[in-house]
Nanobody, 114 residues
Framework: VQLQASGGGLVQAGGSLRLSCAAS????????MGWYRQAPGKQRELVAS???????NYADPVKVRFTVSRDNAKNTVYLQMDNLKPEDTAVYYC?????????WGQGTQVTVSS
């Protein structure tokens, strides 16, 4: 399984970005697709995830501002990020895991200027 992420960039505080991550290959179900982020000097942390059944989970700092969704037919997960803050600046990684395996995308940089 390979994950290809896109959609990062530079945005001013209060702006929006939409990340996409397409998975190629055979993915078992049930599974969870999600997004993690890692800021300089910090550990990688979960941002949001969504199960193949559609149940979503969010980290507290992004609740209300971010929305995770997926298209099972396309094996693609999205992260809509609104009202971005400078503290959201990080490399964002997509992730897919099932009962046996876990896969990571290459990461996409999100930079929010104040």
């Amino acid at each position: 399984v390979q994950l290809q992420a896109s959609g990062g960039g530079l945005v001013q505080a209060g702006g929006s970005l939409r990340l996409s991550c397409a998975a190629s290959g055979i993915i078992r179900r049930p599974n969870v697709m999600g997004w993690y982020r890692q800021a300089p000097g910090k550990q990688r942390e979960l941002v949001a995830s969504v199960t193949s059944g559609g149940s979503a989970n969010y980290a507290d700092p992004v609740k209300v501002r971010f929305t995770v969704s997926r298209d099972n037919a396309k094996n693609t997960v999205y992260l809509q990020m609104d009202n971005l803050k400078p503290e959201d600046t990080a490399v964002y990684y997509c992730n897919v895991r099932d009962f046996r395996s876990e896969f990571w995308g290459q990461g996409t940089q999100v930079t929010v200027s104040s």
